[in-house]
């Protein structure tokens, strides 16, 4: 499968607890973003790269909040310290630059996060 | 106001109607326009772009009115499968930059 892949697809965890999302994107795309979408709502943006150098992030975004992209390959978003406001499901999502342009994103199935 | 804004619906029409969606961005140097679908439980998928001359798909038309800031599409003949959550998406970012925002999306359902 040469798609977007995420692990884990489900993680539950207790308040506090820090939780690690991986995101895989397609091989030879260099853009990939990260969305958190709760239910009834659209995707919300939370962060992009281009290779490994991050973009942009959201102002939603509470320092928590990381992600990290190494080697412009895989790339990680760490959520420290979960609150229950945190459930809802990530998605990642990957563009070669052109096809960003056209707004082309190809979206992994997303790692949904339940916060006790 | 937030960035991109669509009317969340739903919208309940029966087979073979023709049913509009609307869309407007706040940021008025947003470069670029599509429409996604989401099915339940499922990720999105870029349904088509908007076009400044307006585009066709099939029974799909894109619209774009960069004065007044808003986007819409129309589906004709709709069929039962047409059925999902519909999002307005915008690239609010420079040629160079790609900030791509979706709105909160419209439901349709498509009754027999």
């Known amino acids: 499968d040469t798609g977007v892949s995420q692990n884990p697809r489900h993680k539950i965890t207790k308040r506090g607890q820090n939780v690690t999302f991986r995101c895989d994107p397609i091989?030879?795309?260099?853009?990939l973003y990260w969305y958190r979408q709760t239910l009834g709502q659209g995707p919300e943006f939370l962060t992009y790269?281009?290779?490994?150098?991050?973009?942009?992030k959201s102002r939603l975004l509470s320092d928590r909040f990381s992600a990290e992209r190494p080697k412009g390959s895989f790339s990680t978003l760490e959520i420290q310290r979960t609150e229950q406001g945190d459930s809802a499901m990530y998605l990642c999502a990957s563009s070669l630059n052109r096809e960003a342009r056209t707004g082309e994103l190809f979206f992994g199935e997303g790692s949904r996060l339940t916060v006790l | 106001r937030k960035e991109v804004e669509q009317d969340p619906g739903p919208f309940n029409v029966p087979e073979g109607a023709t049913v509009a969606f609307n869309c407007t961005y706040s940021?008025?140097?947003?470069?670029?326009f599509f429409w996604y679908r989401q099915d339940c439980r499922k990720e999105p998928k870029l349904l088509m772009s908007v076009y400044s001359s307006g585009n066709e798909d099939g029974r799909f038309t894109a619209q774009l009115n960069r004065a007044s800031q808003y986007i819409s599409l129309l589906i004709r003949d709709s069929k039962l499968s047409d059925s999902a959550t519909y999002l307005c998406?915008?690239?609010?970012?420079?040629?160079?930059?790609?900030?791509?925002?979706f709105g909160s999306g419209t439901r349709l359902s498509i009754r027999p």
């Open positions: 790269f281009q290779n490994e150098a991050q973009l942009e």
């Open positions: 998406v915008v690239n609010i970012g420079g040629s160079s930059a790609s900030k791509i925002i």
């Open positions: 091989s030879e795309h260099n853009r």
């Open positions: 940021n008025s140097a947003s470069q670029s």
